[in-house]
């Protein structure tokens, strides 16, 4: 059982909260992942490591609400414990020094930008953070991201906070004016990070992509996360999750991640009006 030591509401619909793993926690990098088990009848929720603390075996994590498993999640309080808490799982991100680094986070992605930029901070990179959500209220951690970055950027959707647009019309506008960017990393939704890779792409920046397909064991037995990459089938959590943006099969990637909304939102609907 891994115990809940701090819940943290970010917005209506994102938590924070940070588990007690110290085994996961010792070992856990930049781009990794873990697998959640709220109870014993809970379905297995794929999370990206938002932070960790190998000194006090902590994990953080943060995740949106769109599903009745991580609203179930989001239910549970300081105290309660989780059944299962799996990691880390996937390829760690490649930190080196690169330069002059751009890290795209949109929406629930700024929560796994954040250890990548400090990471790619701490090896001697120049970090430039382009950040946004929907609204200024779904938009959260613009003040870690500021801590880790040379310079971070802020977009909303509305205009409520920072500039009115999409990350992407940041990042066009910087790979137009700044010649020297070295490498890009984009995570957040998929039509985010199609758009970033399509944008790069023409500037012949390289870019990393974190995709988060529909997942079940996450150890490359059952095959629910196979991605097209470079005309290859890969398993994004074991030869993932991050991967060539340029060469990842966009239309394949979406068309599996709307597989089962409509089934989803059933379950949903029976589930909150039992």
Known sequence: MYKIIKKQILSSSIKLMEIEAPKVAAKAKAGQFIIVRANETGERIPLTIADSNKNTGIITIIFQEVGYSTLELGRMEVGQSVTDFVGPLGKPSEIENYGEIICVGGGIGIAPIYPIAKALKNAGNKVISIIGARTKELLF??????????????????????????????????????????????????????????????????????????????????????????????????????????????????????????????????????
């Open 141 to 274: 951690w613009d003040d870690q991201m500021r801590q880790i970055s040379d310079e971070l950027y802020i977009a909303t959707d509305d205009g409520s906070y920072g500039q009115q647009g999409f990350v992407t019309d940041i990042l066009k506008n910087f790979l137009e004016q700044r010649k020297q960017i070295a490498k890009v990393w984009a995570i957040g939704p998929v039509v985010m990070m199609r758009a970033a890779s399509n944008i790069t792409k023409a500037f012949h920046v390289p870019t990393i992509v974190s995709m988060n397909p529909i997942m079940v064991d996450g150890t490359g037995m059952c095959g629910a996360c196979r991605v097209a990459v470079n005309q290859e089938t890969k398993f994004a959590c074991v030869d993932g999750p991050e991967f060539d943006g340029h060469l990842v099969d966009w239309d394949l990637a979406e068309r599996r991640l709307n597989m089962f909304k409509e089934e989803e939102k059933v379950i949903l609907d029976k589930k909150l009006w039992r």
